[in-house]
T-cell receptor
C-alpha cells in the first residue's frame, strides 16, 4: 500500500468554523491531489499540487484553499465551513503528472467531514 | 470536466457468477485505470492499462483498453463475497478523471 495518511479520519464541525485536513505521504511523490466524493458525483478534484509551494485549482475549488510547504504534506483548508462542504475528502498522490504514460494515482483512506 | 460514462450503475449477482462493466469517454486517452473502493475506505488501484488493445489480468480480474482508446472493460470471473464494493474507471488528461462508479453486490 502507498504510504498516505489522512488526518483526521472523521470530523464534525459547525458552520462558519475553519477546518484543516492533512495529507501526509512517505512516497516522495511530486504530485498530490485533494478530491471530494459525494453521491451521484463521484470523485471531483478540488486542488492539486505539482511541487512544494506549487498548487492549482481543480473543478470545485471555491471555498477551499491548500498549502504545501513540504513534499510530504498537503493541507486542505475550509476557511469558513458550510453545510455544502459535508463530504468525504480523499487525498491522492502520483509520481508524475497525470496524462504522462505510466501515471497512476494512489489514494488515502479518506476524511469524513460533517458540517452542522 | 471530462465525462466518463460508467455502466451499469449497480449490479446484483449471485456468488460464482461472472461480472462485466465498462467505461466510455468522449475523448481519446493514453491510460485507463480501474479502482475498487470498499465501504469507508479509499479507492485502491486494481489494473492500469497503457496501450490501445491491451488486455491485462490481475487474478480473477481482467481489463481491456479499447481499440478506439475511448473505452475500457473490466471483467470479474467467479465472483466472491469480498468482491463487493464500488468499481471506478479513471483516465488521465491533464488531471485524473473518474467515472461515477459501478456498485457491485454479491449474494452468497
Amino acid at each position: 500500500d502507498a504510504g498516505i495518511t489522512q488526518s483526521p479520519r472523521h470530523k464534525v464541525t459547525e458552520t462558519g468554523t475553519p477546518v484543516t485536513l492533512r495529507c501526509h505521504q512517505t512516497e516522495n511523490h511530486r504530485y498530490m491531489y485533494w478530491y471530494r466524493q459525494d453521491p451521484g458525483h463521484g470523485l471531483r478534484l478540488i486542488h492539486y499540487s505539482y511541487g512544494v509551494k506549487d498548487t492549482d485549482k481543480g473543478e470545485v475549488s471555491d471555498g477551499y484553499s491548500v498549502s504545501r510547504s513540504k513534499t510530504e504534506d498537503f493541507l486542505l483548508t475550509l476557511e469558513s465551513a458550510t453545510s455544502s462542504q459535508t463530504s468525504v475528502y480523499f487525498c491522492a498522490i502520483s509520481e508524475s503528472r497525470a496524462g504522462t504514460g505510466g501515471t497512476e494515482a494512489f489514494f488515502g483512506q479518506g476524511t469524513r467531514l460533517t458540517v452542522v | 470536466g471530462q465525462q466518463l460514462n460508467q455502466s451499469p450503475q449497480s449490479m446484483f449477482i449471485q456468488e460464482g457468477e461472472d461480472v462485466s462493466m465498462n467505461c466510455t469517454s468522449s475523448s481519446i486517452f493514453n491510460t485507463w485505470l480501474w479502482y475498487k473502493q470498499d465501504p469507508g475506505e479509499g479507492p485502491v488501484l486494481l489494473i492500469a492499462l497503457y496501450k490501445a488493445g491491451e488486455l491485462t489480468s490481475n487474478g480473477r480480474l481482467t481489463a481491456q483498453f479499447g481499440i478506439t482508446r475511448k473505452d475500457s472493460f473490466l471483467n470479474i470471473s467467479a465472483s466472491i463475497p469480498s468482491d463487493v464494493g464500488i468499481y471506478f474507471c479513471a483516465n488521465t488528461g491533464n488531471q485524473f478523471y473518474f467515472g461515477t462508479g459501478t456498485s457491485l453486490t454479491v449474494i452468497p
